[in-house]
């Protein structure tokens, strides 16, 4: 069985302002994917970034960010100077290699305030 | 190209009623995925086609959900005797090939509500 958790249920930060999400995960899989959704106030989750558990390697991709850390289970999410539009909850989800549904977190709000 | 849809966008049955929720998926997508989502959480799991073979139904909640998918696009699920605690979000994803790698789109949901 697999587990996501977000600890984090809602943040509020001023524009420009870098926010970071935290994302804790449990699988027995030794393949699994890691992604992050948004799901803005129109409801439909939007998906972001996918990470495999094989490649810890941090990257950038313009103000997103992310931290895998297979040690400590965690794979923490960042965006850089924060906007307005950045206002929408923010899903982890996990998928083990020999599966196809995804296992959500429970979501982390995030207020981004002009 | 148009992304995945559904409809009704929102729906209001009373209890006991039977409802039926669409997905048109992305063209040429395989993959078809039903999710629920409460109030205040993520969404969980429902059901998995793969074309028109449904491969995994494990996670609907009782013999009322039934989910279909005959030709292997549009996709219907359908709740008999709506119970209040049906009032959710219903997700619909799908996935251009098979293999857990591949990113899930989803439509913009329906939101069922049972009063």
Redesign the interface.
Known sequence: AQKVTQAQTEISVVEKEDVTLDCVYETRDTTYYLFWYKQPPSGELVFLIRRNSFDEQNEISGRYSWNFQKSTSSFNFTITASQVVDSAVYFCALRNSNDYKLSFGAGTTVTVRA | GA?VSQSPRYKVAKRGQDVALRCDPISGHV?L?W?QQAL??????LT?FQNEAQ??KS?LPSDRFFAERPEGSVSTLKIQRTQQEDSA?Y?C?SSTR?G??Y???????T?LTVT
């Open positions: 992304g993959s995925f999710y205040g959480q993520g969404p969980e799991f998995y491969l995994d996670g979000v997700l994803a098979q857990p790698s990113e899930q789109y989803f439509g913009p949901g939101r």
